[in-house]
């Protein structure tokens, strides 16, 4: 029972940037990972950046320098702070949060997914 809701997608040209945000809700424990993932037409969804509840980063190696993955724990919010976009990255986005419902018992939950567009 634990919701995810994204914000901040939109159409913005190269090189500028964009801030993705979002709130975990619901019956939860504690947070674990959370993490923002994207995919286009034809393609796997891929690995955008994560960050774990002590906030250790990874990032996805096309992303890397430009892209930048925070969270409040106390608001339970993640957010992606991209900066030099490319067309490349157009995709939807996905967030992502790892949780623990109950004692022992952990859940996967995926947000709605934003759309991010780059133009030329």
């Known amino acids: 029972q634990v919701q995810l809701v994204e914000s901040g997608g939109g159409l913005v040209q190269a090189g500028g940037s964009l801030r993705l945000s979002c709130a975990a809700s619901?019956?939860?424990?504690?947070?674990?990972?959370m993490g923002w993932y994207r995919q286009t037409p034809g393609k796997q969804r891929e690995l955008v950046a994560t960050?774990?509840?002590?906030?250790?980063?990874n990032y996805a190696d096309s992303v890397k320098g430009r892209f930048t993955i925070s969270r409040d724990n106390a608001k339970n919010t993640v957010h992606l702070q991209m900066n030099s976009l490319k067309p490349e990255d157009t995709a939807v986005y996905y967030c992502?949060?790892?949780?623990?419902?109950?004692?022992?018992?952990?859940?996967?939950?995926w947000g709605q997914g934003t759309q991010v567009t780059v133009s030329s």
């Open positions: 960050i774990s509840n002590g906030g250790r980063t």
């Open positions: 992502n949060a790892e949780t623990l419902v109950t004692p022992g018992i952990f859940s996967q939950t």
């Open positions: 619901g019956s939860m424990f504690s947070i674990n990972g």
